[in-house]
């Protein structure tokens, strides 16, 4: 009797023991994942748990687990610097400290058979995901948030889980934990905490006919990192202390309509700490001071550079109808610069100023009348057939006012108009538009390339007949003992918002990419694009330069790692980390933007699926944290580069100004960069591009998303007459 009774004591020890881990008071070593240890408020339940997560001897997070919907209300834990890797060949387990038939406190893995029928009332089990082909098991603490091994394998367990959708675990959310991983990575200098947790709305997991495990209706996920770089870009800066987000747990729908996105909300700031006067500042205060303190209400300086961002404010009230003192906001991301008109004049000054205007304006047209009267007399005096060479009027809708020399002078043409004005380039065999693509053959030929020629040069140029011009040419910092070292074949490209908006470079030779990311770092590049395969048709394009995995390489004094990978149909998106060891400079993170479709000497098969990468490149661009050049390069960088370049100006162009302007912009790359869009079937694929893009617009009027237009596919028989040979055409 005696035996039983010290048995019987001794198993309620041990449960007691075990159980202890899971009472409402928690200790110091689970409080530790919690900003100044104190956990949520308001979630009070019989059926709420905590759990101080432990994994091989040691406390990896704490968990809220909800033990009759089986899943985790929450999860704390304090952010690991890391690369973002996974752990392999870790089995799921379960948590013993909600079943009652074990003797540790550490989660175990799943045992064979039926044996964890013996605690499957507490806790999900691997069977209640088996069959529920809808959802898949995303983590609370992703592992990618963690550096040790054995925080990476702490979060391979079913309390640590919860059901998502495929679509919105793969595309949205995972996306947004690697967007924070990188955000604290680069500027949370101390600790950070992050919470992340469920709301449910009643749908379930059923096995059995049972109901087993709540499906979620939002994931949230809120971080605080009191100690963080203060020099981070605004973009970043005001996303510390505090930050949140949180996304609708539901899979694209049949009209592809995407409900699941992330919403990202601004913590611990309010409107009172806008406005106030601003005759209080001086001109360098507003620019140095705290990124919300220094804004004011005032009239704009003229002549003056603005971005603007559009504040969104949320009310927010307690259980008592108490307003809360400090509402919840969240930023649109900065506009590009808008400047304001010079202040105007007034009284005599702008009296005489619009008068003296006018004289000016009267001399300078009779001058010219009188210039161009006396030059055809002339012309017809020598040869009456100058006389139509000076001055040819060109059929057309609108778009040529004439042909001077070797230019024609040119006016955007409005959308409404485009598609006449196309129509007549293409007929009798597109004579006009042939006739239009020959006008540029010469433009911008008659600058100096020295520099580009110079015999310790000439092995850094990929293609000998396709050089930078000296006054466009992108320069290095020199490296010691070499004179020539601030060479590479790159050349400054301007845009609609920026004189140097891209930077158009060939592709790296196996003896230029350490200048190629020496460029990419002095010039505070952020994206890359990259138009061309690194071997085509059996012949090298471009060598690589980039790291094939996610090991960092070096490139002279720069290591560059690459991040992620994502591999899409049509192109592929990198991200690389790249660190100065020269330099006390913080490390950057890059997109790269491959294009891999675009078949040799021609052009893609459908204009939809170009339209569509320049404009994803475009979004990520304005997303970006600086104002650097983009990097675009094909083979010799003026091809494939040219269309690129040019079809994402005229893109922008038609979004702002409602007009197109082909041969201008066409133009305009020329005087910058030889050969930029090199044939004339890359030239009548800009067109066709822009055609289609209009068209999309005027059938989608009424559709409420326009993100899959339907677009006619460019024929690329019609590239065979334009391919020549001898010619670098890429």
């Not at 893995?109 to 069977?127: C, I, K, S, T, W």
């Amino acid at each position: 009797m005696a035996f039983w009774v010290q048995t019987f004591l001794l198993v309620n020890l041990i449960t007691s023991a075990v159980r202890g881990r899971v009472e409402k008071e928690l200790s110091s070593e689970c409080r530790q994942f919690l900003y100044m240890q104190t956990p949520p408020t308001g979630l009070e339940h019989p059926s709420l748990r905590f759990i101080c997560q432990r994994y091989n001897k040691r406390t990896r997070y704490l968990t809220l687990y909800n033990t009759v919907d089986h899943v985790p209300v929450y999860s704390a834990y304090t952010f690991k610097r890391s690369a973002g890797e996974k752990c392999v060949d870790v089995p799921w387990m379960y948590e013993p400290q909600l079943s009652t038939y074990s003797d540790t406190d550490e989660m175990q893995p799943f045992p064979r058979g039926y044996m964890h029928m013996d605690f499957e009332d507490a806790q999900a089990v691997l069977d209640d995901y088996t069959n529920a082909v809808l959802y898949e098991r995303g983590t609370l603490n992703p592992e990618e948030h963690q550096d040790e091994p054995d925080d990476k394998a702490s979060t391979y367990t079913l309390t640590n889980v919860v059901p998502m959708t495929p679509d919105f675990n793969n595309r949205v959310w995972n996306k947004q934990e690697n967007i924070i991983r990188k955000r604290l990575n680069n500027y949370c200098r101390g600790t950070a905490y992050i919470v992340t947790g469920i709301t449910t709305s009643g749908k379930m997991i059923r096995r059995e006919n049972m109901n087993r495990v709540a499906v979620p209706r939002y994931i949230w996920s809120a971080y605080c990192c009191i100690d963080y770089d203060n020099n981070a870009p605004f973009s970043e800066r005001y996303k510390f202390p505090s930050f949140a987000h949180y996304g609708l747990n539901e899979e694209e729908d049949n009209n592809n309509n995407n409900n699941a996105q992330v919403v990202e909300v601004n913590l611990g700031a309010g409107g009172d700490r806008l406005g106030g006067p601003c005759d209080r500042h001086h001109d360098d205060e507003i620019y140095l001071s705290d990124s919300y303190g220094g804004f004011c209400d005032g009239p704009l300086r003229p002549h003056t550079s603005y971005r603007v961002s559009v504040r969104a404010f949320t009310r927010l009230f307690d259980e008592n109808h108490r307003e809360f003192p400090q509402p919840l906001f969240s930023d649109t991301f900065l506009s590009a610069p808008i400047r304001t008109h010079s202040e105007p004049l007034g009284g005599v000054v702008e009296g005489l100023s619009a008068g003296m205007f006018l004289i000016g304006v009267l001399v300078a047209v009779a001058s010219l009348l009188v210039y161009r009267q006396r030059l055809r007399k002339v012309a017809v005096q020598d040869n009456p057939v100058v006389r139509m060479s000076m001055w040819k009027e060109v059929p057309s809708a609108g778009l040529y006012l004439g042909v001077r020399g070797n230019r024609r002078v040119t006016s955007p043409i409005k959308a409404c108009h485009f598609e006449s004005h196309l129509n007549k380039l293409q007929a009798d065999s597109n004579y006009l538009l042939s006739e239009e693509f020959e006008d540029l053959k010469d433009v911008g030929r008659n600058q100096t390339m020295d520099v580009a020629r110079v015999p310790e040069n000439r092995g850094k140029n990929r293609y000998n007949n396709i050089l930078p011009y000296d006054s466009t040419r992108v320069k290095l910092s020199f490296l010691e003992d070499d004179p020539c070292s601030d060479y590479i074949n790159a050349s400054y490209i301007p845009g609609n918002n920026f004189r140097r908006e891209y930077v158009a470079t060939q592709g790296p030779l196996p003896g230029t990419k350490d200048d190629f990311w020496r460029m990419v770092w002095e010039h505070g590049v952020h994206n890359i694009v990259m138009v061309t395969q690194c071997v085509e048709k059996g012949r090298v394009k471009c060598d690589q330069y980039w790291p094939p995995d996610r090991d960092p390489l070096y490139y002279g004094e720069l290591v560059v790692q690459m991040l992620s990978e994502s591999v899409l149909p049509e192109w592929t998106i990198r991200e690389f980390r790249i660190t100065s060891e020269s330099s006390c400079s913080y490390p950057r993170v890059l997109r790269h933007f491959h294009y891999t479709v675009w078949p040799d000497h021609g052009v893609p098969e459908s204009s939809q699926s170009l339209i569509q990468f320049v404009r994803t490149t475009r979004d990520y661009v304005d997303r970006s944290p600086s104002t650097g050049a983009t990097v675009v390069h094909c083979s010799a960088g003026v091809g494939r580069t040219g269309t690129f370049i040019a079809l994402d100006r005229v893109l922008q162009q038609l979004d702002s100004k409602g007009n197109i302007d082909m041969y201008g912009g066409v133009f305009d790359l020329r005087l910058h960069r030889q050969h930029m869009v090199q044939t004339e079937c890359q030239y009548a694929f800009l067109h066709q591009c822009v055609r289609d893009v209009l068209r999309a617009r005027k059938h989608r009027s009424e559709q409420e998303n326009p993100l899959y237009p339907i677009y006619e596919n460019f024929n690329p028989e019609y590239c065979r007459d334009f391919i020549y040979t001898g010619r670098c055409a890429d």
